[in-house]
């Protein structure tokens, strides 16, 4: 008889692809499920044996909007059940580089898109490492500026990177023309666009500002214009008071025949950076928002003008509290979703969704609001992710799934304890009732505890060439 390399017993798996929700063991060897069996009867055998009775079996939650790509936010999203981590909003310029430098130093599966920001960032030497606020915000590319930076998102796409990142609201001087032709980049290589769209909410007296749904509706334009795959992110945040509208938007493009995706986190908060175009002359207006609604994570402090002049020459995270109640439980349990987080921490600085938004999502929206179930939940935190992804990079259809031959990432959480820990004071506290995570076969998470020596994670990556 085979002994394997883990045996999980005794465990409610729940997977969302066949709507399988019954008790089973799991085998696993060489980092993938091998045999899946009832448990009467069964004589399965492993190495390393978990007893999973009680616990939830699901596949490891996949995040596609993840900005902390470090250790410090791997190690947190792996006590939320992530087992893989994706930088697709805002990416990278140099795909090679960013891979090399976390190759087998990684506790989750971490991925990159070739994004249109850092590509703007490097071409016309902004020196903003994250989000322009200089002249890839604000100017207008030349002719030789915009053909560098097509063929810098073109060769991040040759060298694997899992799609085209696009923040139209921190870069208003990219032309219209420009965002296109960068689309047109992404359908040649069956790339989605990761999109946060140009304008938010339904501002009052719009002007020439662009409100939400004239937002989205130029970025569908493009998608359908170039044939390229659009993914809108966070879609309460820059929806605000119309994040129906929006998701009505979605969901009808999607019926007509648009390839087209969202993602939210259950907060009512968003996170961004003090000194980007966001914050440009008209943000209070634009935002619905004024110094009250800032948080200075950093300190603590609820900004006033003084203190946001003050960070914003300084430059800095803030967080901002302005979107409706009604816009994140309509989004959060819209079944269009996937659950994402946007999330970074710094020196245990940021925003509560880093580290908590699954386990919210679970123990709050599940367990205590019953207005979803741990299926739906589970397929918006693995499934839908692992489905946005594998036209353009296969591997991620042995993601998201519990069957034979698939990744074995994995998490085992008890549904009657999960919960969120993370708060706006404490945004890097823990989550509570994960107790095993594993990741490509390696327990990551054991006990409810993570493992500080262990680095199972793979790159997450597109065919290269």
Known sequence: ?????????????????????????????????????????????????????????????????????DIENYRVQAMDGVTTALELEVGTADVDEWYDIRKNKTPINYGVSSGHIPAR??????????????????????????????????????????????????????????????????????????????????????????????????????????????????????????????????????????????????YSAGMTLIESAIFDEGWQENLGVNYEQLLWPSTGEILNKTSFEKYRTLGGMVVVNFIPEASVIASVTSPLTSIATDGWLKNKKGHPRTSGSYAKILGEFVRQNKTMTFMDAIRKSSLMPAQRLEKRAPDFSRKGRIKVGADADICIFDPVRVIDNSSYSNPSAVSTGFHHVIVNGVPLVSGGKIKGDVFPGKAARAPIG
């Open 1 to 69: 008889m085979q002994t394997h390399d883990l045996l999980i017993k005794n465990g409610r798996v729940i997977d969302p692809e066949s709507d399988t929700d019954t008790q089973r063991h799991i085998a696993i060897n060489n980092g993938r499920i091998s045999v899946i069996e009832d448990i009467w009867g069964s004589k399965l055998q492993g190495v390393e044996e978990i007893d999973a009775t009680g616990l939830i079996v699901s596949p490891g939650f996949i995040d596609l909007h993840a900005h902390g790509q």
């Open 121 to 266: 960032i490097s071409i016309m030497e902004d020196g903003f490492s994250l989000i322009p606020s200089k002249d890839a915000a604000h100017r207008t590319a030349n002719k030789t500026e915009l053909t560098s930076i097509l063929e810098t998102i073109n060769v991040g796409l040759k060298r694997g990177g899992l799609a085209v990142g696009f923040g139209l609201q921190y870069t208003p001087g990219a032309s219209r023309t420009e965002i296109i032709e960068a689309f047109k980049i992404a359908k040649s290589f069956s790339a989605p666009c990761h999109v946060h769209i140009r304008g938010m909410g339904n501002p009052p007296d719009k002007g020439n500002k662009l409100g939400a749904i004239e937002s989205i509706q130029e970025v569908i334009a493009n998608a359908t214009i170039t044939g390229a795959a659009l993914h809108v992110v966070h879609i309460s945040s820059v929806g605000l008071s119309v994040t129906e509208d929006l998701l009505e938007i979605v969901e009808h493009s999607s019926i007509n025949g648009l390839d087209i995706t969202t993602e939210c986190y259950p």
